[in-house]
Nanobody
């Protein structure tokens, strides 16, 4: 199993980035794909997740309306469009995969619900 995140960088406040995550080694469409972030000295924080078929999404309150998660199951890839960046968005962004549970309709938002993790990509927002 591999998850390879990319697209991070240094951006000015108010700018945008598009993060990508390429997945392999598991049945991509059977997993929620999520993004988390971790700022220095802080716990890993849920950002967004998307259902296996891409039909539904869920966001943390802090990014709702500014971030957009999407996926392309044909390419086994998930994306995170991040807009209106501010200093609080600085951190390492991780993509992760959580198996879809047939009896559950609750979006996974906790790190321990995710089975596979990528290595992270750094996003730094300058004033």
């Amino acid at each position: 199993v591999q998850l390879q995140a990319s697209g991070g960088g240094l951006v000015q406040a108010g700018g945008s980035l598009r993060l990508s995550c390429a997945a392999s080694g598991f049945i991509f469409g059977s997993y929620y794909m999520g993004w988390f972030r971790q700022a220095p000295g802080k716990e890993r924080e849920f950002v967004a997740t998307i259902f296996g078929n891409g039909g539904s999404t869920y966001y943390s309150d802090s990014v709702q309306g500014r971030f957009a998660i999407s996926r392309d199951n044909a390419k086994s890839a998930v994306y995170l469009q991040i807009n209106s960046l501010n200093a609080e968005d600085t951190g390492v962004y991780y993509c992760a995969a959580a198996p879809v549970r047939s009896m559950s309709t609750v979006f996974p938002t906790r790190p321990n619900e995710y089975k596979h993790w990528g290595q992270g990509t750094q996003v730094t927002v300058s004033a």
